[in-house]
């Protein structure tokens, strides 16, 4: 089993819409999650981070995250084409010898279409 | 803040050249990350530091690759021989803390021929 798991994707909205990513990740003990974004060619940016249960806003980014069954998602509402991009779920390790440790999901690439 | 800054941006190298990249973190954060990008595996982590010393280095393929990090503002990884498998993006992130977010830098894409 993957530490962290996306839907494979791709995933395609129009313009305005509501962009659902997902995310489940191995490790009942994680304690950080964050989203990036990676446009083609660049470095992963970091668009939200998420420590406790709950909903957590960012102008047009939701990120919600469950510990109870180990999942993490970002809501894009009002997608633009700009947000077209590859979005990037990662999970850090709390404890152990590993503390720190920071997994990676493979990515859900978006594309919003005009 | 500078950002994380690595060199170089590009290397085209030829097979069992010596290959060294170079990172510079984020003043004042604790830990360094060294990931590998390619399109089949996406992003691998090879290694990471904390206060200079290395943490877990599994992620390294084999032999060829190592890394150090003589002191808080300066990491290399090294390919010795390399090989055209080693062609990815090389990326160097750094964080402040055990659970805070990593920040990255721009990358080193590798071309080994």
């Known amino acids: 089993q993957k530490e962290v798991e996306q839907n494979s994707g791709p995933l395609s909205v129009p313009e305005g819409a509501i962009a659902s990513l997902n995310c489940t990740y191995s490790?009942?003990?994680?304690?950080?999650f964050f989203w990036y974004r990676q446009y083609s060619g660049k470095s992963p940016e970091l668009i939200m981070s998420?420590?406790?249960?709950g909903d957590k806003e960012d102008g047009r980014f939701t990120a919600q995250l469950n510990k109870a069954s180990q999942y993490v998602s970002l809501l894009i509402r009002d997608s633009q084409p700009s947000d077209s991009a590859t979005y990037l779920c990662?999970?850090?390790?709390?404890?152990?010898?590993?503390?720190?440790?920071?997994?990676f999901g493979r990515g859900t690439q978006l594309t919003v279409w005009p | 803040d500078a950002g994380v800054i690595q060199s170089p941006r590009h290397e085209v190298t030829e097979m069992g050249q010596e290959v060294t990249l170079r990172c510079k973190p984020i003043?004042?954060?604790?830990?360094l990350f060294w990931y590998r990008q390619t399109m089949m595996r996406g992003l691998e982590l090879l290694i990471y530091?904390?206060?200079?010393?290395?943490?877990?280095d599994s992620g390294m393929p084999e032999d060829r690759f190592s890394a150090k990090m003589p002191n808080a503002s300066f990491s290399t990884l090294k390919i010795q021989p390399s090989e055209p498998r080693d062609s990815a993006v090389y990326f160097c992130?750094?964080?402040?803390?055990?659970?805070?977010?990593?920040?990255f830098g721009n990358g080193t894409r590798l071309t080994v021929t």
């Open positions: 998420i420590y406790s249960n």
């Open positions: 530091f904390n206060n200079n010393v290395p943490i877990d």
């Open positions: 003043s004042g954060h604790d830990y």
């Open positions: 990662a999970v850090r390790r709390a404890g152990g010898s590993t503390l720190g440790r920071l997994y």
């Open positions: 490790d009942r003990g994680s304690q950080s």
């Open positions: 992130a750094s964080s402040l803390n055990f659970d805070s977010p990593l920040h």
